[in-house]
């Protein structure tokens, strides 16, 4: 089976309504629209996603696209989820080197969560994809920055889970036999994000 995580779209860092949970900006609005069109001919037979807003909206216009429910599962959820604001990877960047620093080393325990309950909850959602999916199937999973790094991270071996910084609306594929044997395709496509070029005059 092939397996398409998708982070989301940029989101609203300024909405006062929901500062715990925000929606997409205008930007994040169009990146979840590329995704959809990138998305649309791959294939794609199944819809997951993390049950925070900014993973459903970015998950929604494949949806309506394809015709395709989706599925939320809590296991692909950020690791900020139970945080009373939300804080983008730039905003803490713009805190200082210390920050990011005490950032990148604890990333879990930094956004509020515990790293072992993390871990296994991402990882459940990864195993559990593909115990319950046909083996031809295309799912197409919205989820967030640190989910992405951990499911990287465990199937190249690596002790920490920071390594990657998956762009806002971007992909990573991965091809699963069974749920011992799960291969990386490729991390952080972004080329569908691309402005459009102007044809020559």
Same mark, same amino acid.
């Given at each position: 089976?092939?397996?398409?995580? =998708? ?23 169009? &990146? ?14 199944? *819809? =997951? ?17 394809? &015709?395709?429910?989706? !599925? ?28 990011? &620093? ?38 197409? =999973?919205?989820?967030? *920055? ?7 991270? &465990? %199937? %190249?071996?690596? !002790? ?22 799960? *291969?990386?395709?490729?991390?952080? !496509?972004?080329?569908? %994000? ?8």
């Amino acid at each position: 089976m092939k397996i398409v995580l =998708v982070r989301h779209g940029r989101p609203d860092e300024d909405d006062m309504l929901r500062s715990h949970d925000p929606g997409l900006r205008a930007d994040g609005r169009r &990146q979840a629209c590329a995704v959809a069109a990138r998305l649309a001919a791959d294939g794609v037979t199944r *819809g =997951v996603s993390s049950p925070m807003r900014r993973a459903l909206d970015t998950a929604e216009p494949l949806a309506r696209r394809l &015709q395709l429910p989706v !599925e939320t599962v809590d296991g692909w959820a950020e690791a900020d989820r139970h945080r009373d604001r939300y804080r983008s990877t730039e905003t803490l960047r713009a805190l200082g080197d210390a920050a990011w &620093q005490r950032f990148l080393d604890d990333p879990i325990r930094y956004l509020g969560g515990d790293p072992q309950t993390f871990h296994a909850a991402v990882m459940g959602a990864l195993h559990g994809l593909v115990e319950s999916t046909d083996a031809d199937a295309t799912v197409a =999973v919205f989820t967030h *920055g640190l989910p992405i790094n951990l499911v990287l991270s &465990q %199937l %190249l071996g690596l !002790e920490r889970i920071t390594h990657f910084q998956p762009g806002y609306g971007s992909i990573t594929r991965l091809r699963a036999r069974n749920r011992s044997r799960i *291969g990386i395709i490729s991390v952080n !496509e972004s080329g569908h %994000l691309a402005p459009p070029i102007d044809p020559l005059p």
